[in-house]
């Protein structure tokens, strides 16, 4: 079993920065491949970014690529989601997931995801 928990969400202007981080507690965190999502209301969860147990290999999704970044610490279990050039479209709830297959696999289907934190908001303003 694995926990997830996000923090670094909150408001921020446009063309402003956050950091996300998504600490993991239970065993065997290495062996998971770690990746962000975000969902706005009525509308799918969408893949942002992942990131495989050993770093490699990375996943952008187009709509961020150049402006987000993910990377993971194994010694602190933690990933991480660097946001910048925030714009007012980026405004969703975020979530880290976990799964012991590539994460970036589920980005059509996020429902396969083994494991989900509850999310944290992220507001741009314009």
């Known amino acids: 079993q694995v926990q997830l928990v996000e923090s670094g969400g909150g408001l921020v202007q446009a063309g402003g920065s956050l950091r996300l981080s998504c600490t993991a507690s239970?065993?065997?965190?290495?062996?998971?491949?770690m990746g962000w999502f975000r969902q706005v209301p009525e509308k799918e969860r969408e893949f942002v970014a992942a990131?495989?147990?050993?770093?490699?290999?990375?996943v952008i999704a187009d709509s961020v690529k150049g402006r987000f970044t993910i990377s993971r610490d194994n010694s602190k279990l933690t990933v991480y989601l660097q946001m910048n050039s925030l714009e007012p479209e980026d405004t969703a709830v975020y979530y880290c997931?976990?799964?012991?297959?590539?994460?970036?696999?589920?980005?059509?289907?996020?429902?396969?995801?083994?494991?989900w934190g509850r999310g944290t908001l992220v507001t741009v303003s314009s």
């Open positions: 239970g065993r065997s965190f290495t062996l998971y491949s």
């Open positions: 990131i495989s147990w050993s770093g490699l290999p990375i």
């Open positions: 997931a976990a799964d012991r297959s590539l994460i970036s696999s589920h980005r059509d289907s996020p429902k396969g995801v083994e494991y």
